[in-house]
């Protein structure tokens, strides 16, 4: 088996077109399937299998259509020139990745309610693909956006989130974080702000923020199974406001240690 790459136009792999014999999708091991605009992977009736680790890119989105397994670390990047907000990594089927890392570079994700992201014991890296921010929970913004109820279908030993734009945390629940496992690391360290903001965020399992410009707590924050670590000026550069400001009467509550930088 070798790599399918299109110089122009969208790559559609369809294993089971007639959608009544089960055609599944076999990929073999170190494979790339690479789009100069989107990608679809689609099995209807059957299923798509990466034998070992897996690479898909797309300028312009990549949609799965039906569940995928993969037997080894896998690589998505939707949004490979990352310049004119068009990159959405859409999964309305499962992911799976058999405790392998997962790595993915999106403009951003959906994830529909028959859809999950599963890597099992290894860890999952998501990083906005533009830089232009992330909105985790109850607050959309011109970016990255994962919903409360979308962060309840990734499972992680650890979930990593990356951009160089401001993110804003706003109501993340304990029972939508209990399938990560070990720490939620939210990382704005190259120079942007992260906000915790309109509703309070309680998290099941360890909380690492990392902001280039400050942190803004304007909402109670607790952990109830892991440490709190804030660091407002994680690039240690004086470049704007580097503060960890706590609003009145809000409370940041870790159950295990806390630490503030």
Same mark, same amino acid.
């Not at 830089?131 to 929970?137: A, D, K, P, R, T």
């Not at 309109?198 to 280039?212: C, E, G, K, R």
């Not at 199974?225 to 000026?233: E, F, K, M, T, V």
């Not at 704007?240 to 940041?252: F, L, P, Q």
């Given at each position: 088996?070798?790599?399918?790459?299109?110089?122009?136009?969208?790559?559609?792999?369809?294993?089971?077109?007639?959608?009544?014999?089960?055609?599944? #999708?076999? #990929?073999?091991?170190?494979? %790339?399937?690479?789009?100069?605009?989107?990608?679809?992977?689609?099995?209807?009736? &059957?299923?798509?299998?990466?034998?070992?680790?897996?690479?898909?890119? /797309?300028? *312009?989105?990549? %949609?799965?259509?039906? +569940? $995928?397994?993969?037997?080894?670390?896998?690589?998505?990047?939707?949004?490979? +020139?990352?310049? =004119?907000?068009?990159?959405?990594?859409?999964?309305?089927?499962?992911?799976? %990745?058999?405790?392998?890392? $997962?790595?993915?570079?999106?403009? @951003?994700?959906?994830?529909?309610?028959?859809? *999950?992201?599963?890597?099992?014991?290894?860890?999952?890296?998501?990083? +906005?693909?533009?830089? *232009? &921010? #992330?909105?985790?929970?109850?607050?959309?913004?011109?970016?990255?956006?994962?919903?409360?109820?979308?962060?309840?279908?990734?499972? /992680?030993?650890?979930?990593?989130?990356?951009?160089?734009?401001?993110? %804003?945390?706003? &109501?993340?629940?304990?029972?939508?974080?209990?399938? !990560?496992?070990?720490?939620?690391?939210?990382?704005?360290?190259? *120079?942007?702000?992260?906000?915790?903001?309109?509703?309070?965020?309680? !998290?099941?399992?360890?909380?690492?923020?990392?902001? /280039?410009?400050? !942190?803004?707590? @304007?909402?109670?924050?607790?952990?109830?199974?892991? =440490?709190?670590?804030?660091? &407002?000026?994680?690039?240690?550069?004086?470049?704007?406001?580097?503060?960890?400001?706590?609003?009145?009467?809000?409370?940041?509550?870790?159950?295990?240690?806390?630490? $503030? +930088?």
């Amino acid at each position: 088996s070798v790599g399918l790459t299109t110089d122009t136009g969208a790559l559609l792999l369809d294993g089971d077109a007639d959608g009544a014999n089960n055609g599944d #999708i076999q #990929i073999a091991a170190d494979i %790339t399937l690479a789009a100069a605009n989107s990608l679809t992977l689609d099995a209807t009736t &059957g299923n798509i299998t990466g034998v070992g680790n897996l690479t898909l890119t /797309a300028n *312009s989105g990549i %949609t799965v259509n039906d +569940d $995928l397994t993969t037997n080894g670390d896998t690589t998505i990047d939707s949004d490979v +020139d990352g310049v =004119d907000g068009v990159g959405t990594l859409t999964l309305n089927a499962n992911l799976v %990745t058999q405790d392998s890392t $997962l790595t993915i570079d999106a403009d @951003d994700i959906a994830i529909a309610a028959a859809g *999950s992201i599963d890597a099992g014991n290894a860890d999952i890296t998501v990083t +906005d693909s533009d830089g *232009s &921010g #992330i909105g985790l929970g109850g607050t959309s913004v011109d970016g990255l956006n994962i919903t409360d109820t979308e962060l309840g279908l990734i499972t /992680a030993d650890s979930l990593t989130l990356n951009t160089a734009g401001n993110v %804003t945390v706003n &109501g993340i629940t304990d029972g939508n974080t209990t399938n !990560i496992a070990s720490t939620l690391t939210i990382n704005a360290n190259t *120079s942007g702000n992260v906000t915790f903001a309109s509703n309070a965020s309680s !998290i099941n399992a360890t909380l690492d923020v990392q902001a /280039a410009n400050g !942190i803004d707590v @304007d909402v109670n924050v607790s952990t109830t199974n892991g =440490d709190i670590s804030l660091d &407002g000026d994680s690039d240690g550069s004086a470049d704007g406001d580097d503060a960890i400001t706590i609003a009145a009467n809000v409370t940041i509550a870790a159950s295990g240690s806390m630490a $503030l +930088d």
